[in-house]
């Protein structure tokens, strides 16, 4: 398992944004040499935990919990050939492409080691909004990304410090639950069913999700009720 490249995105104006400035970081590209990886704030003041990284819609992105973006190359060239299209690293907004690592089959609260400093901690998936896919100019996108269910993961930040392309990627913890980024998306997505069951991955999940679970339990309990 490697982080194959490092992507970071310089504000760019789209027509397909709700910023009001209409700017947008998607555009990620690879960078070379080493890069800073710290905890960037709470969300809605702090961007991006990726040094050079910009974030433009503070409310929906960024800060604790959407401190860093992975995305597997795998799954990439699994949409290059859907797409029939390249896919190059950044893509996908994701500030870190990886290989060997099942990205969206990752534990909610695993833990990641990145070269020699950083430990990276597993909080959600991302859900696709409308610059994603104004970015990848794909028809119905956001539902097709959605009916995959293998969105990458959002991590946070645990220890600081420089990463580079070709470091190597450690698991060095497992949580004791089996709540998956991809179970925790479907959840949030498409079978609200499943909302209960996320909560025992409570304590490492990004705390937007584990609000809905909670609103979700409190109203129907845990019965199989339609999505």
Known sequence: MKLLTVNVGRPKAVGYTDTPDGLTGIDKRPTDGPVRVMEPGPKGEGGSGVAGDTVCDRRHHGGTHQAVYAFAREDLDFWERELGRPIPNGTF???????????????????????????????????????????????????????????????????????????????????????????????????????????????????????????????????????
Request: glycine share 10%.
């Open 93 to 227: 907004g994701e500030n870190l492409t990886t290989t060997g690592l099942d990205v969206s089959g990752a534990l909610i609260g695993e833990r990641w080691r990145i070269g020699e400093q950083v430990v990276l901690e597993v909080a959600s998936g991302r859900v696709p909004c409308r610059t994603f896919a104004g970015w990848l100019g794909e028809k119905g996108w956001v539902k097709r990304f959605t009916r995959q269910a293998e969105p990458g993961a959002y991590l946070r930040v645990v220890e600081p410090g420089e990463i580079r392309p070709g470091d190597p990627i450690e698991i060095v913890h497992r949580p004791d639950h089996e709540v998956t980024v991809s179970l925790a998306f479907r959840a949030e997505t498409t079978e609200r069913t499943l909302l209960p069951s996320v909560l025992a991955a409570a304590d490492a999940l990004d705390p937007g999700l584990v609000r809905k679970a909670r609103e979700y339990q409190e109203k129907y309990g845990d019965r199989q009720l339609p999505r």
